[in-house]
């Protein structure tokens, strides 16, 4: 349960984040809570790449233990 619930948080944030701070001005009390708006591309970004690279290293591992050692005639 607190995993969907931090994920929800999660959500509300990032898309307030990209969608409405946007549209407000900048001395709004609101971007107090935000990081600057070049994290909202960056951030996703780092954890795409985290997440291709361990995709990767899951494969390799399963492809490495369930290789057959060549039979020699």
């Known amino acids: 349960m607190s995993l969907v619930v931090f994920s929800l948080l999660l959500f509300t944030y990032?898309?307030?984040w990209v969608i409405i701070l946007p549209f407000m001005d900048s001395d709004h009390i609101l971007h107090t809570y935000f990081l600057p708006?070049?994290?909202s591309v960056i951030l996703p970004g780092i954890a795409a790449v985290?997440?291709?690279l361990?995709?990767?290293a899951?494969?390799?591992v399963?492809?490495?233990k369930n290789r057959k050692p060549k039979?020699?005639?």
Do not use: H, P
């Open 14 to 16: 990032y898309s307030v």
């Open 37 to 39: 708006r070049e994290y």
């Open 50 to 52: 985290i997440l291709l």
């Open 54 to 56: 361990c995709i990767g």
């Open 58 to 60: 899951f494969t390799a």
């Open 62 to 64: 399963i492809m490495w």
């Open 71 to 73: 039979k020699v005639d």
